[in-house]
C-alpha cells in the first residue's frame, strides 16, 4: 500500500463517516485522487463506500474498519433490546 | 438511541477530559461482544460530571464507595434507554492524554485500555485483553506485565490459553 492510501486509511479511521469531498478536505488532498484511492481501498476489502440521501443529495459516505465494527455492536445492542422488550 | 450515538453524545457532555473504555472501547480496537451500556473514564471530580450531565438534560447518581479495592465513585445515569457509568480516570489506569480518536470518538489508547481491563480484572476484563493480544501479538509482553502488576496475571493466562478464543482471534498459522 502506498503511504498516501495508509494517511487516507488514517484520516477515515479517526474521523467520523465522512462523504469522499469531506474526506478530500479533511486529508487536505485533490478530490479526484482521494475519489480513485477510495475506490481502490474499497475494492481490496479496507473501507466500505455506503449510499447516503443528505439534504436531498445522493453522496457517498466512506467507512473503515471502526466504523463497521460499531455498526455490528449497535446491531447487536438492538437485537438484545428487542429480545428483552418482547419478554 | 443507538449505542455508539449515546457515546457521542455523552462524550460531547464530558469533552474533552472524558474517554471511552469498556465495550465499545473493546469493540473499536476488534473485540466482537455485547456490551449492555457505555463507559466513560474522565478526569474530572464526580459533581462536575453530574452538573455537565444536567446541563444537557441527562439525569444521573454518584455512588461512593470507601471500601478497600473499590472505585471512589461511579456516576450511574441512563441515556435514551442506554445506560451509561462514569469512572474516575485516575483510578481506572488512565493517564491523561492517553486517548485515540476512533470514528469521531474520544477512546482510550490501546494500552490504557488494557490497563484499565487489568485493574477492573474481571473474567471478561480479562478476556478482553487476551483478545487483542491474540489480535496483534507484538502487544502480549506489555499486556502480560500490565496484568501482572495488577495481579490478573493468571487469568490472562488462562484465557490466552482458551481454545475458543484463540479460533476466534489467533491469525491463522502462516498470517500471523
Given at each position: 500500500m502506498t503511504p498516501r492510501k495508509g494517511e487516507l486509511l488514517e484520516v477515515v479511521d479517526r474521523s467520523p463517516a465522512l462523504s469522499i469531498y469531506a474526506l478530500a478536505k479533511e486529508a487536505g488532498r485533490n478530490y479526484r485522487r482521494v475519489y480513485d484511492h477510495v475506490q481502490e481501498l474499497a475494492a481490496a476489502g479496507l473501507l466500505t463506500v455506503r449510499p447516503e440521501v443528505r439534504n436531498g443529495r445522493r453522496v457517498s459516505m466512506v467507512e473503515g474498519v471502526v466504523h463497521q465494527r460499531l455498526r455490528r455492536l449497535d446491531e447487536l445492542f438492538a437485537f438484545k433490546a428487542e429480545i428483552d422488550a418482547a419478554q | 438511541m443507538q449505542l455508539s450515538e449515546a457515546a457521542r453524545r455523552l462524550l460531547e457532555f464530558l469533552d474533552p477530559e472524558g474517554v471511552l473504555?469498556?465495550?465499545?472501547?473493546?469493540?473499536?480496537?476488534?473485540?466482537?461482544?455485547?456490551?449492555?451500556?457505555?463507559?466513560?473514564?474522565?478526569?474530572?471530580?464526580?459533581?462536575?460530571?453530574?452538573?455537565?450531565?444536567?446541563?444537557?438534560?441527562?439525569?444521573?447518581?454518584?455512588?461512593?464507595?470507601?471500601?478497600?479495592?473499590?472505585?471512589?465513585?461511579?456516576?450511574?445515569?441512563?441515556?435514551?434507554?442506554?445506560?451509561?457509568?462514569?469512572?474516575?480516570?485516575?483510578?481506572?489506569?488512565?493517564?491523561?492524554?492517553?486517548?485515540?480518536?476512533?470514528?469521531?470518538?474520544?477512546?482510550?489508547?490501546?494500552?490504557?485500555?488494557?490497563?484499565?481491563?487489568?485493574?477492573?480484572?474481571?473474567?471478561?476484563?480479562?478476556?478482553?485483553?487476551?483478545?487483542?493480544?491474540?489480535?496483534?501479538?507484538?502487544?502480549?509482553?506489555?499486556?502480560?506485565?500490565?496484568?501482572?502488576?495488577?495481579?490478573?496475571?493468571?487469568?490472562?493466562?488462562?484465557?490466552?490459553?482458551?481454545?475458543?478464543?484463540?479460533?476466534?482471534?489467533?491469525?491463522?498459522?502462516?498470517?500471523?
Open positions: - | 473504555i469498556g465495550g465499545i472501547c473493546a469493540a473499536i480496537y476488534g473485540v466482537e461482544r455485547f456490551t449492555r451500556g457505555v463507559d466513560i473514564a474522565a478526569d474530572l471530580d464526580p459533581e462536575t460530571v453530574v452538573r455537565r450531565l444536567r446541563e444537557a438534560g441527562v439525569e444521573a447518581v454518584v455512588r461512593r464507595s470507601a471500601e478497600p479495592g473499590d472505585l471512589t465513585w461511579v456516576v450511574h445515569g441512563e441515556a435514551g434507554g442506554v445506560e451509561f457509568q462514569v469512572l474516575p480516570a485516575a483510578e481506572v489506569g488512565l493517564a491523561p492524554g492517553a486517548f485515540a480518536m476512533k470514528a469521531g470518538l474520544r477512546v482510550a489508547d490501546r494500552d490504557g485500555f488494557i490497563t484499565s481491563k487489568c485493574i477492573a480484572g474481571g473474567q471478561q476484563d480479562l478476556h478482553d485483553v487476551a483478545a487483542l493480544c491474540l489480535l496483534d501479538p507484538k502487544i502480549e509482553p506489555r499486556a502480560r506485565e500490565v496484568a501482572a502488576a495488577h495481579g490478573a496475571l493468571a487469568k490472562l493466562e488462562s484465557w490466552l490459553h482458551d481454545r475458543r478464543l484463540r479460533q476466534r482471534y489467533a491469525p491463522p498459522p502462516g498470517e500471523g
